[in-house]
């Protein structure tokens, strides 16, 4: 890695030798030292395995390589800021001699640096002609990994013994093999990290009876490292005679091979294969089809790169899980002890099978190492430690884990890889900030042709991603990877190749810290770790993480960072010196308490990524943003964008969220034509400002095909001027074909324009926008048609709302090419299909009647939702796939037809539907896998369907919510139904008490009930509420309902007293009671919560005016995190024993007048609650 570095100064030095002349002669001798010691890295390298004076060497060269960076980067920031701010005081008639623009001075100031920089540089050269390194003059990259890494040898012998789990994955493969298939030779790829387990599974298959039975012959070879067609071949033979092979014929293996194999059908498992050369592999295969012809053989590959099974795979890769924390502990078990072990042991032996992580790899190593270890003290020891750090694990797993580390191409990956150790354990990795992480750190050097550091980024990302190295990947709608996780073991692997270099502390750290280049700190908000902060201790540190932890000026002695990163409403604000961190490329700040930005922070002019998110209270926007020329990602907040002037200027530019549209100069829309570099999602606001068609064609939007995601938004009143220009103002904004989504909201055209009207490219033929997965139509109140949108291949998301001028839906919108001609198969990919807020939407035409046109429409719809179309008369009722329906506002007639033939609906959710009395019965009958139903607003609604037992029908049905439906009543509830929400209705359904599987129930908004019925069966409910029930007198005892985590009773205005039983609620998390009847002149008793004390984290109050006091039961709930005290006018002194509430982290006091001041910082009252970290005063409604 340190190769990379080396030749990364290089070029670095070249590029300023022609930019200063004043220190030519300086940094061309820097530059030839650096030459010189490339020149002999490379024996260097080899050397340092069994030489440690030789180690030591390139320890000292990578700390003078980093110094040599950091002096360098400070020339080269110079020239920067001279070329911006000399041209910004050209109109001074005088400039100070002493300010810090002044070349000379700056060079004067850096002669002591230049001379340090070179006689650190003079050190390593004599140092490297004392070991007498051997010079190589043309070295590109060396990587420093020269460890001898033996290949892995497996066999297909299994110990029975030794596994546990995997039944269930085991007899799915084996099906899958043994059923019958036409293919010749299928390769079916077991992907999985390390320590996963693939080999134990690929034995399990390979020895089940089934799979014996089924193949004729079964075979296996250990790839490893070595992917080479003969000797994989050779070792097929060998498996196959039982005999050592000596031929050396491809040809003659070949022929032994096919007549060991004529006539027979075969399983071949190819364990451990690391290959990703396409060419390699297809002349494997290209063999092995010709020495068989037989149809139903079989190869069973395991890999931990997806890239290897992408290559080789006929059928969907296998992905292999973890173990569930049980079967961790069974196998630890296993190997710990042959007799029961003591309550004691078996609760922290389970805590410890947490810590593998699902690998049974660790499993049995840590079941290894307990074996030896029969005291509880000695388990509690590894109970609280890394298991890294007990004899025996890290050198068992380490090696093994490390194999990925070791087939990873690049050292600059190596290095993207070791860095992610900086983020603590379990940590969601934002993918996007990853990168722009990495680049900032300068591992993302592009080599040659139009390449970008972020597309290096991404390519790497991919690769720890196809190795198994990250994991949970998220993704959005356009199968963008947004986030992901590193297993624990894999962040213990990054950190021990890390070298020492990354530290990660929630906690005080007195050790030295000078070595650390790379820090992640931690606060609870009640324990703010310190760290040792003089330049001396941090002068090697480049990136700085805080959550929660605010340094104050001491963050500048951290004056070599590449990335900060401030986070948590512990940072209060940030020091206008930061433009003094002039190497920074990545500035990252989201705090609830900053209230201003220091305008310094326009003077970073080496910022690449500027993210101020999560900061609501910064009111006034940073201005000569446009300075900061080398910014190519802006995250900022929304209201900010209107103040940007001149970002033309910053041509790096790659992510650019919002731009609002002026009518100034610096704010119009032509800036963006400058910006071609652009990707990702860009919303245009305001394009009211944008005068006509040639103006709006400024912003080089065709040519911007990294942009995914595009919005055109219009923001007028309704009776501003006439809306005709812009048809012709989107008619000049025509993006390029990629795109993925487009919204258009506010258009006051009458028709779209005629990129959008036409399917197909008139000079190619290919279908125009045929990437477009997203569409969204809002607010387009004068448009009159639909554009044809049938035929795009991709859409799977379509909204429509607002648009009041849309009539009817017709052919058209299906397809102006053929009108869909017999066979054509219209919205072939669309998932989700919104319509709304239409008022003078008629007619929809069914493109599928009648049935013999042969067309098929809307094939894989899976979620249509119809709202505010009141007066449509008639619809489509063929939606074969169709799973969610929801519907409002609509006529019976129109309901009962779309509704006539749906079979597949699993939910289904109905508003105000005129002039029906109940469900069509044909609707629950004919679609048996409703799983949920949500009927509401439906005045006249008396019963659900006709038929006397509703339920018969719904046995799939877990979820029901019934609101405002006065009129209807409910006789009994499905009994295993699990979730039911009861709100504004007269009388509750009967038979409550037989729904033993019920985890939810919400009573809310139900004014005439005066008493809830016995709820004492259900015994699996984990949340009850009961809301606003004006006339409610009693609550009936709880004590039954043993998994309760969430109660809440409030609002009741007629309660004096809370339920009997609350004491026996002991999994209890969430209380939030009150108000309750006001002429009481004290809360009722919470005697019965006392009893909670080990369970109960949150709690809510809500008072009324008669009130002065919170009960004084709550100070023994001494696992409170959080409190709300909301309405308690009456209140004016908190009490003292506020103090004991050490757990608590939040408290929140909602519209109580009294408290309001005396609580404020500063505030009388504020001492007792000093020692909350979070609080929170206000007046609002929520």
């Known amino acids: 890695m340190i190769g990379e570095i080396v030749s990364k100064l290089i070029s670095y030095a070249t590029e300023l030798i022609g930019s200063d002349r004043g220190c030519e002669v300086e940094l061309k001798g820097i530059r030839q030292s650096l030459i010189m010691i490339r020149a002999v890295l490379t024996d260097a390298e080899r050397r340092q395995v069994r030489d440690e004076s030789v180690k030591l060497w390139l320890q000292m060269l990578e700390d003078v390589a980093y110094e040599v960076d950091d002096g360098l980067d400070e020339f080269a920031y110079e020239n920067l800021r001279l070329k911006i701010e000399v041209g910004n005081q050209r109109k001074r008639k005088v400039r100070d001699f002493c300010s810090t623009s002044n070349p000379g001075l700056f060079r004067f100031s850096m002669a002591d640096k230049i001379k340090a920089i070179q006689e650190s540089l003079v050190r390593v050269e004599d140092l490297a002609n004392k070991y007498g390194f051997a010079k190589l003059l043309l070295v590109e990259s060396v990587d420093t990994n020269n460890e001898i890494i033996p290949n892995r040898e497996t066999n297909s012998f299994l110990n029975h013994s030794e596994v546990i789990g995997r039944q269930n994955d085991v007899l799915e ?25 693939k080999t134990t599974f690929a034995k399990l298959v390979y020895n089940h009876e089934l799979v014996k039975k089924h193949f004729d012959k079964t075979i296996w070879v250990c790839v490893s490292d070595n992917f080479n067609e003969k000797r994989i071949l050779r070792e097929i033979l060998e498996s196959l005679t039982n005999k050592s092979s000596q031929l050396q014929s491809e040809n003659a293996i070949l022929q032994n091979l096919q007549k060991e194999l004529q006539g027979k059908r075969y399983l071949l498992i190819l364990d451990d294969v690391w290959n990703e050369d396409h060419m390699i592999w297809d002349k494997l295969i290209g063999c092995l089809l010709g020495i068989n012809s037989n149809i139903g053989n079989n190869i069973i590959v395991t890999t931990r790169s997806d ?92 090696p093994i884990l490390k194999l990925s580390f070791d087939h990873l191409q690049s050292p600059s990956l190596k290095k993207c890889f070791a860095y ?40 790497y990302f991919d690769i720890l991603l196809a190795n198994s190295l990250f994991q949970d990947e998220k993704k959005d709608e356009f199968d963008n990877i947004i986030n992901c996780k590193m297993h624990d073991l ?29 820090l992640f700190i931690e606060s609870d908000g009640k324990i703010v770790p310190r760290i040792p902060s003089s330049k001396d201790d941090v002068r090697r540190m480049r990136t700085f993480v805080s959550n929660n932890v605010m340094l104050g000026n001491t963050l500048l002695n951290f004056n070599c960072l590449r990335v900060l990163k401030l986070y948590g409403d512990s940072i209060k604000e940030l020091p206008s010196s930061i433009s003094l961190l002039i190497h920074l490329r990545l500035l990252s700040v989201a705090s609830f308490s900053i209230r201003a930005l220091p305008k310094s922070i326009t003077k970073l002019y080496n910022l690449q990524t500027l993210r101020i998110k999560g900061c609501p209270n910064v009111r006034e926007p940073l201005e000569d943003l446009k300075q900061l020329i080398n910014l190519r990602h802006i995250y900022i907040p929304f209201g900010f964008y209107e103040k940007l002037k001149d970002i033309g200027k910053l041509t790096c530019l790659q992510t650019l969220p919002d731009f609002m549209v002026g009518q100034d100069a610096g704010h119009r829309i032509e800036e963006l034509g400058y910006l071609n570099q652009l990707r990702g999602k860009l919303n245009l606001l305001h394009l009211e400002h944008v005068r006509d068609k040639e103006e709006a064609r400024t912003a080089n939007l065709e040519e911007k095909a990294k942009i995914y995601k595009l919005g055109f938004y219009w923001f007028r009143e309704e009776r501003e001027g006439n809306h005709e ?14 795109l993925k989504s487009l919204t258009i909201y506010g258009f006051g055209g009458k028709k779209f324009p005629s990129w959008m009207l036409t ?45 009041d001028g849309v009539r009817r839906i017709g052919t058209e919108f299906y397809s102006n090419y053929n009108n869909g001609s017999d066979g054509t198969m219209l919205f072939p990919a669309l998932r989700k299909l919104y319509l709304g807020k239409m008022p003078n939407f008629v007619e929809w035409t069914d493109m599928m009647e009648p049935a013999t046109t042969g067309l098929m429409v809307f094939p894989w719809l899976e979620e249509l939702s119809i709202k505010g179309c009141s007066q449509l008369t008639s619809a489509p009722c063929h939606f074969s796939s169709l799973k969610k329906l929801h519907i409002r506002d609509m006529c019976s007639m129109t309901f009962e037809n779309i509704i006539s033939k749906l079979t597949t609906l699993t939910s289904l959710e109905v508003w105000k539907i005129s002039e029906l009395a109940c469900l069509p019965e044909k609707l629950l009958q004919n679609n048996a896998s409703l799983m949920s139903l949500m009927i509401s607003g439906w005045a006249d609604l008396e019963s659900i369907v006709p038929h006397e037992d509703v339920w018969a029908f719904c046995t799939s049905l877990r979820s029901l919510k019934i609101e405002d439906c006065w009129k209807l009543q409910i006789q009994g509830v499905p009994s295993h139904l699990q979730r039911l929400k009861i709100s504004g209705c007269v009388i509750l359904p009967t038979g409550l008490q037989s729904c033993t599987s019920l985890t939810l129930l919400e009573i809310q908004n139900c004014r005439d009930l005066n008493s809830v019925p016995n709820l004492g069966h259900l015994h699996s409910l984990t949340q009850l509420t009961i809301w606003s029930c004006d006339n409610l007198i009693s609550i ?33 998390k969430t209380l939030v009671i009150g108000k309750f009847c006001e002429e009481l002149d004290d809360f009722p008793s919470l005697v019965s919560i006392e009893h909670l004390h080990s369970s109960l984290q949150h709690l809510s109050l809500k008072g ?16 409170l995190k959080s409190l709300k005290i909301t309405e308690f006018d009456g209140m004016e002194t908190l009490p003292e024993w506020l103090t004991k509430l050490s757990s608590l982290q939040t408290l929140r006091i909602r519209r109580c007048s009294k408290l309001k001041e005396s609580c404020a910082i500063g505030g009388k009252e504020r001492y007792k609650i000093a020692h909350i970290p979070n609080i929170t005063i206000w007046d609002g409604i929520f």
């Open 307 to 398: 890239n290897v099974a992408k290559i080789m795979k006929t059928i969907p890769s296998y992905h292999l899980e973890k173990l569930l924390e049980d079967e961790c502990w069974s196998i630890i078990k296993k190997m710990v002890s042959s007799t029961p072990l003591t309550p004691d042991l078996e609760t922290i032996g389970y805590d410890i099978a947490k810590k593998c992580g699902g690998v049974p790899l660790a499993a049995k190593v840590l079941g290894g190492t307990m074996a030896r270890k029969n005291e509880k003290n000695e388990w509690l020891a590894i109970q609280s430690n890394e298991i890294w750090n007990f004899p025996g694990v890290s050198n068992k797993m380490l």
């Open 725 to 738: 220009n812009d048809e012709e103002l989107l008619e000049g904004l025509k993006p390029h074909r990629y």
């Open 759 to 803: 399917s197909l490219d008139a000079w190619d033929g290919i279908l125009l926008f045929g990437n477009l997965i997203e569409i969204k139509f809002r607010e387009c109140r004068k448009c009159e048609v639909l554009p044809p949108l049938g035929l795009l291949p991709h859409l799977r998301v379509l909204t429509i709302v607002g648009m």
């Open 490 to 518: 894999v962040h213990d692997l990054a950190l021990s190749v890390s070298k020492s270099e990354t530290l990660f502390l929630n906690k005080d750290f007195e050790g030295d810290i000078s070595h650390i280049r790379y």
């Open 1104 to 1119: 009324w005016p008669k009130l002065k006091s919170i009960p004084a039961n709550i100070q023994g709930l001494t696992a």
């Open 173 to 197: 493969i084996v099906n899958l093999l043994t059923s019958t298939t036409n293919q010749q030779l299928s390769v079916l790829p077991i992907v999985g990290m390390a320590g996963l387990g």
């Open 1036 to 1068: 009936p005892d709880l004590r039954g309902l043993h998994s309760l985590i969430e109660l809440q009773i409030c609002d009741c205005p007629k309660l004096t007293s809370l339920p009997e039983g609350l004491e026996s609620l002991t999994r209890l």
């Open 420 to 459: 992610c150790s900086v983020f603590p354990k379990d940590y969601e990795i934002e993918k996007e900030e990853l990168i722009q992480f990495w680049m900032a750190e300068g591992f993302l050097q592009p080599s040659q042709g139009s390449v970008v550091m972020e597309d290096i980024g991404n390519m």
